[in-house]
């Protein structure tokens, strides 16, 4: 027996509890500096002289940096101090304290360039429009510029009286902020190096600053025990973070949602930005916490500390921070996609539903990155792989659900569509009154096709049961058998159904004989007793099938074949969410196979799919059960005993609100 099926892609989304527990993976080195390349394959680490590249969450080190080139050494003479990766991820830049910056090619590890500013140490540096530009600070307290391409300096500023120890640069590209022990924050514009703004309020060193993703808010960490968030705009301190000691550094999270601080009391805290508050602590140091680095798919954080030979990684996956990467694409202008799974089978932008809450799930891709989710105006966090929840108050009528996406290159996708809460226990149906009318189409001896060896005793045998055992009465149960099954009988039988199915009956749809599929149309067919092979208008199409269903206004319909099925059969997600499923008008479908061939069993059996169909309804010791119950019952039987794999999902067509038909033992 021919039985094809068109293979369906589900998205399933899960969710596992993480801790911020240590990772095992430790790198064993004496360091002063790291970074995460953007792309989230290396860790740079800067030990002493060197600077090694190591797959990121691991100890297994990928490129070390040397500079030799004709067996010259041309790398750091002394201790590196900073590490930076340029935000397109094509370069390092190591700040050493022999008076240079070195630039490297990411991840060959050859050395590109060097700058020697003959002014003392280079503290700290930061890549400025990708991987044009840097900005470096030195120990002579000068703010530079350099030219990465021309390979010249652009400018140096002398403004800071005192020595500079904090520096960063806006994610757009437009602002530098420096700062140190004068205590005052200058914010300077990229192109002049001329600060524009002062921002005063710290009273001791500022040791660290952090521009938030969006470039629209600067944190600053200082010796006076304050950590502070500053809006750009107005220059005005946006709140304070409450801590105990001096802050070594400041990160935030990709999504901007947490600011990542290393303190000076064997700590790292993890801030909630819009509340102020700790969100997470790591305490499990012996030293000061001098530096850190936030993985850029959020998953872990890198760590060092004084005195300390090793880099420790942490999980931080239970902050579920959004994966956003921190370059822009203009020409990027296609938006983000989203898939809603859950509420799922969406019709006309509107899904009915029966309780008081309701989780609404997805996923968001886009290839550029998602820098913010909003569902309602609430922000959504997003997992690593783009997947999405969260759970929404329902009140009684319409309830409109807006789905907001922005990717890092400012492109905006929005889906909408409403949830209309009936009422708590569904609607008006009533399964006492509700007549179950019954088709069953079995072929054995087809008149051009091979003879089948069991579809008419499968057929029998499913009438016999659903009449015997279940709210089946013989009056409403039509059997059509061998030359009865011709394709005008099995058309107007169903099409007859249109009239004489009531809003508040169900019917149950059985076919057991040869399928067919045409792959260039996409198309699933039954075949009928007469048809010819190869012919294929002699056969009955699934499109055909489906609008019947589509056009009979009953409460429930549930089509089972053993027989060939197309992909455009069925819905992409399963129901049975509601409260009450029976209330809530249902499209089933259940098929004995996918792209497959299965077995029509040995004569005088029954076929392994409909064998055991009939063996759980048989069996079954309750009141009533499910569609869903049925096919999760026949999908593992089938699969232990044939090599076939039975699938069930609502149909694809209107009417479907989310229910399931039950079916009623007999008392």
């Known amino acids: ?56 969450g691991s100890d297994t080190k990928a490129k070390e940096f040397t500079g030799k080139f004709n067996k010259v050494r041309q790398g750091h003479t002394r201790d590196i101090v900073h590490i930076a990766c340029s935000n397109n991820g094509s370069m390092i830049a190591t700040s050493g304290t022999d008076g240079t910056v070195k630039l490297w090619k990411v991840p060959e590890g050859d050395l590109t360039a060097t700058i020697d500013i003959k002014a003392g140490a280079v503290l700290a540096s930061r890549f400025v429009d990708g991987d044009k530009f840097l900005v470096f600070i030195t120990e002579d307290k000068t703010v530079n510029l350099w030219d990465i391409s021309a390979a010249k300096i652009l400018y140096t500023k002398k403004d800071h009286t005192k020595s500079i120890r904090g520096l960063d640069v806006s994610n757009d590209g437009k602002w530098i902020a420096t700062a140190g ?5 200058f914010l300077r514009d990229v192109a002049s190096g001329e600060p524009v703004k002062k921002f005063q309020g710290h009273e001791g060193w500022v040791r660290t600053l952090a521009f938030s993703p969006d470039s629209k808010t600067l944190a600053s960490g200082s010796d006076d025990k304050k950590i502070i968030l500053w809006d750009l705009e107005s220059g005005k301190q946006l709140r304070q973070f409450p801590q105990k000691g001096w802050t070594y550094d400041l990160k935030f999270s990709n999504d901007g949602k ?41 998953k872990e954080l890198a760590t060092i500390q004084e005195f300390i030979r090793e880099v420790k990684y942490w999980n931080i996956e239970s902050l579920n921070i959004s994966p956003v990467f921190r370059f822009k694409d203009k020409k990027d202008v296609n938006p983000p996609q989203i898939f809603v799974s859950n509420p799922p089978n969406i019709q006309d932008n509107q899904v009915r539903y029966s309780k008081d809450m309701i989780d609404i799930t997805g996923s968001v891709i886009d290839e550029s990155g998602v820098r913010r989710l909003r569902v309602n105006g609430i922000e ?104 009865q099954a011709t394709r005008s009988n099995i058309y107007k039988t169903l099409r007859n159904y249109i009239s004489q199915v009531a809003a508040t009956d169900n019917l149950v749809i059985y076919f057991s004989g040869h399928g067919h599929f045409d792959e260039l149309l996409n198309e699933g067919y039954w075949i009928p007793f007469e048809a010819h092979l190869n012919e294929e208008g002699d056969y009955l199409p699934n499109s055909s099938i489906l609008k019947i269903i589509e056009s009979i206004n009953s409460q429930h319909t549930f089509l089972v074949a053993d027989a060939c099925f197309s992909g455009s059969l069925f819905g992409e997600q399963k129901r049975g969410y509601a409260e009450n499923v029976e209330k809530y008008k249902s499209r089933w479908g259940l098929a004995s196979g996918r792209l497959e061939s299965v077995s029509d069993g040995a004569q005088g059996t029954n076929s392994p799919f409909a064998n055991q169909v009939l063996k759980f309804l048989k069996e079954n010791k309750k009141d009533k059960i499910t569609v869903s119950e049925l096919i999760q019952a026949v999908k593992l039987g089938v699969s232990e005993f044939a090599d076939q794999t039975p699938i069930g999902n609502p149909l694809k067509v209107t009417g479907d609100e989310g229910g399931e038909f039950v079916f009623y033992k007999k008392k």
């Open 181 to 185: 022990a004068e205590r005052d924050i």
């Open 258 to 298: 947490y600011l990542f601080a290393a303190l000076e009391k064997n700590a790292v805290v993890v801030y909630d930005v819009s509340t102020g508050l700790p969100a997470l602590k790591l305490d499990d140091f012996q030293t000061p916490v001098l530096g850190i680095a936030v993985s850029p798919n959020g």
């Open 1 to 56: 027996m021919k039985k094809l099926t068109l293979p369906l892609a589900f998205l399933i989304a899960s969710s596992t509890g993480f801790s911020q527990d240590m990772l095992k993976a430790t790198v064993k080195i004496s360091v002063q500096s790291i970074a995460y390349t953007p792309d989230n394959k290396y860790l740079a680490v800067a030990e002493g002289k060197e600077t090694q590249l190591f797959n990121a």
């Open 380 to 483: 959504t966090p997003i997992k690593s792989n783009g997947n999405f929840f969260i759970k929404l108050p329902l009140s009684m009528g319409d309830n409109f659900v807006t789905i907001e996406v922005t990717d890092v290159n400012d492109n905006i996708a929005l889906k909408k569509f409403s949830v209309l809460r009936k009422d708590l226990d569904g609607g008006d149906y009533d399964a006492s009154k509700a007549k179950n009318f019954l088709l069953v189409v079995g072929i054995n001896n087809y008149e051009h096709w091979p003879h089948l060896n069991n579809a008419v005793k499968d057929a029998n045998d499913m009438a016999g049961t659903l009449m015997g055992l279940y709210n089946f009465d013989f009056s409403n149960v039509t059997v059509l058998r061998d030359e």
